[in-house]
């Protein structure tokens, strides 16, 4: 199975997006996170499902502003993003992972900005 990311664009500070991580079949066993990478830093964690279809994590920045759900019968897991600040600005990935497999999109750009 392959996974890919959409839904990222431009925003204004305190705007919303809605990032779906699809993949090209099932995605039932998978424990799917999202991670971010911005310009000159390491990649983070965003949010990530502590096992397939479980409770999500949330990287510490997040402060309630995000959340994750999936629709299983179009192979998506979503990331909701609320109340978007500049320092969200980067490149978000989702992360699939069966077993000791880990397969990651190609990443969707988000920028918050004025």
């Known amino acids: 199975v392959k996974f890919g990311e959409s839904g990222g664009g431009s925003v204004q500070p305190g705007g919303s997006l809605k990032l779906a991580c699809v993949g090209s079949g099932s995605i039932f066993s998978y424990k799917i996170g999202w991670y971010r990478q911005a310009p000159g830093k390491e990649r983070e964690l965003v949010a990530v499902?502590?096992?397939?279809?479980?409770?999500?994590k949330y990287g510490d920045f997040v402060k309630g502003r995000f959340n994750i759900s999936r629709d299983g019968a179009r192979y998506a897991m979503y990331l909701h993003m609320y109340n978007l600040e500049p320092e969200d600005t980067a490149v978000y990935y989702c992360d699939a992972r069966l077993g000791i497999h880990s397969y990651w999109g190609q990443g969707t750009q988000v920028i918050v900005s004025t």
């Open positions: 499902e502590e096992t397939p279809r479980g409770s999500p």
